[in-house]
């Protein structure tokens, strides 16, 4: 039992990472900053670096539901105060703040999950970290193959993997947005979502990465002679 017990930890666990590996790069402005300066996303469009920003954060609580909508967003654009985002923007936004809300309701499940079998374990009386550092380590390490295929895929054609992204997750055709006359595809364009899944990458490999080493140092230490095991 501790074993199954210790296995939903650890996949509960993945599934804190992978939602918070797409959730951190998201939400983190200074990411924002940082493209939009290579990009010259600014001087594209025709705003302000101020009133860039501000658009952009408007838009982050939005899909974070700290706002209702994006309707009411405004900006001084090439000279002129105009609605920022247009019909087909707002359609697609609401789509991609439902995605996002399901996002955040399984990443806090996973939590809550997690720390009730964990306290179930510490009930039990079993030797907690010993069984989390088997299980995790198992888990992660399989995550990890397969997130490598995966990258691997992507890498070879993103354009395509970006396409059938959206035609998985989108039961429409919202997403297909025209840079002559949508702001937003200009703001995050091709360019924005091949950074920031490497943002996303990155995290969902070093994190395990730095579980799967602590688990390993912690288990070869339980194995020398004079420490206990189950």
Same mark, same amino acid.
């Given at each position: 039992m501790r074993w199954v017990m210790g296995y939903v930890v650890a996949i509960c666990l993945l599934v804190l990472i992978a939602s918070q590996s797409v959730i951190v790069p998201t939400?983190?402005?200074?990411?924002?900053?940082w493209q939009y300066a290579r990009n010259e996303v600014a001087h594209t469009i025709q705003v302000s670096d101020d009133e860039l920003m501000r658009v952009t954060t408007e838009l982050l609580d939005y899909m974070r539901g700290r706002r209702d909508s994006i309707e009411d967003v405004y900006a001084v654009v090439a000279g002129q105060e105009r609605r920022f985002f247009s019909d087909i923007e707002i359609r697609h936004m609401i789509d991609v703040r439902v995605l996002y809300d399901r996002l955040f309701v399984v990443r806090n499940i996973a939590f809550f999950a997690m720390i009730a079998v964990v306290l179930a374990?510490?009930?039990?009386?079993?030797?907690? !970290?010993?069984?989390?550092?088997?299980?995790?380590?198992?888990?992660? /390490?399989?995550? !990890? !193959? /397969?997130?490598?295929?995966?990258?691997g895929v992507i890498a070879i054609d993103f354009d395509r993997a970006f396409y059938i992204f959206h035609v998985l997750f989108f039961d429409n055709d919202y997403w297909i947005l025209d840079p002559r006359v949508d702001l937003l595809i200009n703001m995050v364009p091709l360019e924005f979502f091949i950074h920031i899944s490497i943002f996303i990458a990155l995290i969902l490999v070093l994190l395990p990465l730095a579980i799967i /080493?602590?688990?390993?140092?912690?288990?070869?230490k339980m194995h020398k002679p004079g420490f206990g095991q189950l």
């Open positions: 939400f983190f402005t200074p990411f924002f900053r374990m510490m009930l039990f009386k079993y030797k907690v !970290l010993y069984v989390l550092a088997h299980c995790s380590r198992n888990v992660l /390490l399989t995550f !990890l !193959l /397969l997130a490598a295929v995966t990258v /080493l602590a688990a390993t140092v912690y288990l070869k």
